[in-house]
């Protein structure tokens, strides 16, 4: 085991110290989970019309990036928004000075995040250093020569936020809507991207007639919004990276509670959707993200194993019919998912085993 780069990485993730935090470390006093607040919420005020000005970036790993995903996949976007995929597994993010090759990473600096493996790469190594603990690049991650394609220079979300702001110091966060134009990180908010993939980019979509956030269920959809963010969305994180015991089983119920209260709105609404039969809606993007992790990796990883999703019969029927749908399906890669979540956080899994789990369930 490489204890070098295994200490440093566990004290940037363990540590929210202002220098280059991540969210493990987001706690409060009383070791409960404390979201950062995203840092960039420009809004894209025109509406677009110029194909590829904006990229779109993201991992199939994260929630908060594939409900952007999928939105841009419900809307037909991905012929007009350029899409790039980091690798799942967390790596150093700083290259020492004037090298480009990963193995070349700054050993002091112990941040570790979301980097794009060059084309030639083919394997990422565990944080550990563990000669068994290596993870196969797919060629959906990996940075392509920028001289030949309009694919990302960078080799980690570290450098787009630095290159926008050389002082910010993280979370470095996807997803980022980027502006390939100004060069410039638009917003890292996925409740605005979202809205604005929605609305802002009609005449690039394919489908500019499907509206997620139609204006008579905008109440409803926002009401919905704020408790299944609190209670679910944002509940797993609170549950799995609680410090204490009592923070740990004061989020647990807050979760169980809202699972319950999402189940009793299914029942009785009898609806395909949740707010409503015909059309799916930004609420349905939302809630999808964490409840098809639900049962892979949070029952395990986050301790959230009072009851499985595919226990609840009209949740995990509710989960079947989104994941049925091209949209949801392809945002949603269980490799990617499983593979970050079971090998980033070296504080929490060192050896990075990844359970085998079941997911099909779904199908």
């Given at each position: 085991m490489n204890w070098k780069t295994f200490e440093s990485v566990r004290h940037i993730q363990m540590t929210n110290d202002g220098e280059r935090h991540t969210a493990v470390a987001a706690v409060d006093r009383k070791g409960r989970f404390a979201r950062n607040e995203s840092s960039f919420r420009d809004r894209v005020s025109d509406i677009v019309s110029e194909k590829n000005r904006y990229k779109l970036i993201v991992s199939y790993a994260c929630p908060w990036a594939t409900r952007c995903l999928s939105v841009l996949y419900l809307k037909g976007l991905d012929d007009g928004i350029e899409v790039d995929i980091v690798h799942p597994t967390w790596q150093k993010t700083r290259r020492k000075r004037g090298k480009e090759d990963e193995e070349d990473t700054d050993e002091d600096d112990g941040h570790a995040g979301w980097v794009f493996p060059n084309e030639n790469c083919r394997w990422i190594q565990h944080l550990s250093g563990i000669e068994s603990a290596k993870f196969e690049v797919q060629a959906y991650h990996t940075r392509k020569d920028p001289?030949?394609?309009?694919?990302?220079?960078?080799?980690?979300?570290?450098?787009?936020?630095?290159?926008?702001?050389?002082?910010?110091?993280?979370?470095?966060?996807?997803?980022?809507?980027?502006?390939?134009?100004?060069?410039?990180?638009?917003?890292?908010?996925?409740?605005?991207?979202?809205?604005?993939?929605?609305?802002?980019?009609?005449?690039?979509?394919?489908?500019?007639?499907?509206?997620?956030?139609?204006?008579?269920?905008?109440?409803?959809?926002?009401?919905?919004?704020?408790?299944?963010?609190?209670?679910?969305?944002?509940?797993?994180?609170?549950?799995?990276?609680?410090?204490?015991?009592?923070?740990?089983?004061?989020?647990?119920?807050?979760?169980?509670?809202?699972?319950?209260?999402?189940?009793?709105?299914?029942?009785?609404?009898?609806?395909?959707?949740?707010?409503?039969?015909?059309?799916?809606?930004?609420?349905?993007?939302?809630?999808?993200?964490?409840?098809?992790?639900?049962?892979?990796?949070?029952?395990?990883?986050f301790k959230t194993n009072k009851k499985c999703i595919r226990e609840y019969k009209n949740i995990s029927a509710y989960v079947k019919r989104l994941y049925a749908?091209?949209?949801?399906?392809?945002?949603?890669?269980?490799?990617?998912?499983?593979?970050?979540?079971?090998?980033?956080?070296?504080?929490?899994?060192?050896?990075?085993?990844?359970?085998?789990?079941?997911?099909?369930?779904?199908?």
């Open positions: 001289k030949k394609t309009k694919k990302t220079e960078f080799y980690s979300i570290r450098d787009f936020y630095e290159e926008h702001d050389n002082s910010y110091k993280g979370p470095f966060t996807v997803p980022i809507l980027y502006d390939q134009t100004e060069k410039r990180i638009v917003n890292n908010e996925s409740s605005e991207i979202i809205r604005d993939l929605n609305a802002r980019f009609q005449p690039l979509a394919k489908n500019a007639t499907l509206d997620l956030y139609p204006e008579s269920k905008r109440k409803e959809i926002d009401e919905m919004n704020e408790w299944t963010y609190r209670a679910i969305n944002n509940g797993v994180y609170k549950c799995g990276f609680a410090r204490t015991q009592e923070a740990y089983e004061e989020a647990v119920e807050e979760l169980y509670e809202g699972l319950e209260r999402l189940e009793s709105v299914l029942e009785r609404s009898k609806m395909k959707f949740l707010v409503s039969d015909d059309e799916v809606t930004e609420i349905d993007v939302r809630v999808f993200q964490t409840l098809v992790r639900f049962d892979e990796v949070y029952v395990v990883y749908m091209p949209a949801f399906r392809k945002a949603t890669n269980m490799w990617d998912i499983k593979t970050h979540y079971f090998t980033s956080h070296v504080a929490l899994n060192p050896y990075g085993i990844i359970p085998k789990g079941d997911p099909s369930w779904l199908t």
